[in-house]
């Protein structure tokens, strides 16, 4: 479905026929592009067959990614996108992933899937991938239940967010889940649309596709607004309190600044940054819970670089690093204090020594210079 959706947004079918010359299976591997309806929605389905049935171990599929003739960022991602998978399964049925077989997902139609769609995404000059929230069904399938273990378990510390579905349909595939977890940004921005394209899946029923769209993304120029308030009589520990319970309560941001008041008295500036959706409830929560009689609202504008979590495998342990992005590409990294601070506690090595380490083996593991 990534597949149709990309090439009904403009992607180009002569990028599938390279994949699969670059992967070395064209006396395996045959791809059908066709034009189809699902209800009152028309795209295009593309159908990956493979006429192999013996199932990849994942050495294979790495191997096989890491020699294919294809451009090193969709190489790359795809091999980020098996190893997501491949830790999850070994997880999951308790296998070393050198002896770990996918299965369905260890064929040849799921390298096609990977490297095919990273290809076209760099192929269309596609910077950034967003992706909306997800479909979440409840109950079973079969023996499965939903979502999908695998999936669910795949896009784990990447920010993606589920909506309850009421369909009882696997709806997120676990080679679905890695594509956007090796890729995508769980945010919707504002976009200034150029395409949009359809990916049709199997089933006929009506709605059952993947929308793409592409374009041009719209600065991320946000309206807040800051309230401010001096205070001079409180003690400091319960403006750290304070501070604390202001996040609590939906600031965007609290800050605490020293400031040298009238007749030189020594106090505190307060300043908190609110969406419009709080600006109300802040300002009374700051009234009611220190001494301050009256702040200051002042609107402003802010600008926002892309940032995204995801969780990497260091030398100490698991951890999580928060990368800076900005035109459309990663130009920073900073690991989660949180859990640094629990590896270096399980490990008895200093919290410094244990962030520059998740910090150098994150950029890398993530290819940031």
């Not at 491949?86 to 064929?107: I, P, T």
């Not at 579905?165 to 890729?183: F, H, M, R, Y």
Request: charged letters at 25%; glycine letters at 10%; a negative charge.
């Amino acid at each position: 479905m990534v597949l149709g959706a990309l090439l009904d947004a403009g992607g180009d079918r002569a990028v599938l026929d390279a994949t699969v010359d670059a992967l070395r299976l064209g006396d395996e591997v045959a791809i059908d592009v066709r034009r189809e309806q699902r209800g009152h929605l028309g795209g295009t389905r593309v159908v990956v067959e493979a006429n192999r049935e013996s199932p990849r171990t994942v050495p294979t599929l790495r191997a096989a990614l890491e020699d294919a003739r294809a451009p090193e960022g969709a190489r790359r991602r795809a091999l980020s996108a098996v190893d997501l998978i491949a830790r999850v399964e070994s997880a999951l049925h308790d296998v070393e992933e050198s002896e770990l077989h996918l299965h369905e997902l260890g064929g040849a139609d799921t390298l096609v899937d990977l490297l095919g769609a990273f290809w076209l995404i760099d192929a269309m000059g596609i910077d950034r991938v967003y992706a909306s929230p997800l479909p979440s069904p409840r109950g079973r399938l079969r023996e499965m239940p939903l979502p999908a273990p695998a999936s669910v378990r795949i896009l784990a510390g990447t920010g993606a967010v589920f909506e309850w579905s009421d369909q009882d349909k696997e709806l997120v595939t676990p080679t679905g889940a890695a594509i956007l977890a090796a890729s995508a940004v769980f945010e919707r921005p504002a976009l200034r649309l150029r395409a949009i394209g359809y990916g049709l899946g199997a089933r006929p029923e009506p709605g059952n596709a993947l929308a793409a769209w592409v374009g041009e993304e719209v600065p991320s120029e946000l309206g807040v607004t800051v309230i401010e308030t001096n205070l001079d009589d409180m003690a400091p520990n319960l403006i750290a309190a304070l501070v604390d319970d202001l996040m609590s309560a939906g600031a965007l941001d609290v800050t605490v600044t020293p400031a040298l008041m009238k007749k030189g008295r020594l106090g505190q500036v307060v300043a908190v940054m609110a969406d419009a959706d709080h600006v109300s409830s802040l300002s009374e929560k700051l009234l009611r819970d220190s001494s301050t009689l009256g702040l200051r609202l002042t609107p402003v504008r802010r600008v926002l670089a892309g940032r995204r979590v995801v969780e990497i495998e260091t030398s100490l342990g698991r951890a999580r690093v928060k990368i800076k992005e900005l035109g459309g590409g990663d130009v920073d990294l900073s690991p989660e204090y949180e859990d640094c601070r629990h590896l270096a506690t399980a490990t008895g090595r200093p919290l410094r020594d244990v962030m520059r380490l998740v910090a150098e083996e994150a950029r890398k593991q993530l290819g940031i210079g």
